[in-house]
């Protein structure tokens, strides 16, 4: 079983609808959460990251996280032609230490919004 | 700020040479990270370098790959010899944290190398 396992997509959605991308991961040692976002032919990008089960907001981006079931989701609200992008979920198990460098990255789910 | 540099940003070689990918990192980070992306494997970390010092190279699939960083403004990713099963986009990362994995890594553009 994969570390960390995303739907590849691709997904396509009219502008301004809700998206949600979701993964799951195998390991409980897992504890530091983040979406990168990767643009076509650019590098990935912090896009955000958590560490608490429940829900962390930053403007149209919700990253929620569910310890319990494994379970990652990132929603976007009001979609735009610019979200169009790869979105990589990627776990760590600290923040500080031995092993806190060492990103398990999902394969990505690649997003299209259509205008 | 110039963000991470790669060079070059597309190479194409024959099996069996030897490939050299470059990078800068962003000034003052103290950590550098190479990764490779395919699309069966996902981005795989190769090796991680913190202080200039190779700490983690158990990611470098053999002995063809070797990495160096001589100075804290500069790596290299080695391959020799090449084989078509190298081709990939190879990316560089910096941080400023010390083994800071759960913060963020700063990834340059890549260089998408395709063995022949």
């Known amino acids: 079983q994969k570390e960390v396992e995303q739907d590849p997509g691709p997904l396509s959605v009219p502008e301004g609808a809700i998206v949600s991308l979701n993964c799951t991961y195998s390991n409980s040692a897992f504890q530091y959460f983040m979406w990168y976002r990767q643009y076509s032919r650019k590098g990935p990008e912090l896009l955000m990251y958590t560490y608490s089960s429940g829900n962390k907001e930053d403007g149209r981006f919700t990253a929620q996280v569910d310890k319990s079931s494994k379970y990652i989701s990132l929603f976007i609200r009001d979609s735009q032609p610019s979200d169009s992008a790869t979105y990589l979920c990627?776990?760590?198990?600290?923040?500080?230490?031995?092993?806190?460098?060492?990103?398990?990255f999902g394969k990505g789910t690649k997003l299209s919004v259509i205008p | 700020d110039a963000g991470v540099i790669q060079s070059p940003r597309h190479e194409v070689t024959e099996m069996g040479q030897e490939v050299t990918l470059r990078c800068k990192p962003i000034s003052g980070h103290n950590s550098l990270f190479w990764y490779r992306q395919t699309m069966m494997r996902g981005l795989e970390l190769l090796i991680y370098f913190n202080n200039n010092v190779p700490i983690d190279d158990s990611g470098m699939p053999e002995d063809r790959f070797s990495a160096k960083m001589p100075n804290a403004s500069f790596s290299t990713l080695k391959i020799q010899p090449s084989e078509p099963r190298d081709s990939a986009v190879y990316f560089c990362?910096?941080?400023?944290?010390?083994?800071?994995?759960?913060?963020?890594?700063?990834f340059g553009p890549g260089t998408r190398l395709t063995v022949l």
């Open positions: 990627v776990v760590t198990i600290s923040y500080s230490g031995a092993g806190s460098y060492q990103l398990t």
């Open positions: 990362a910096s941080s400023p944290y010390v083994g800071g994995g759960a913060r963020e890594q700063f």
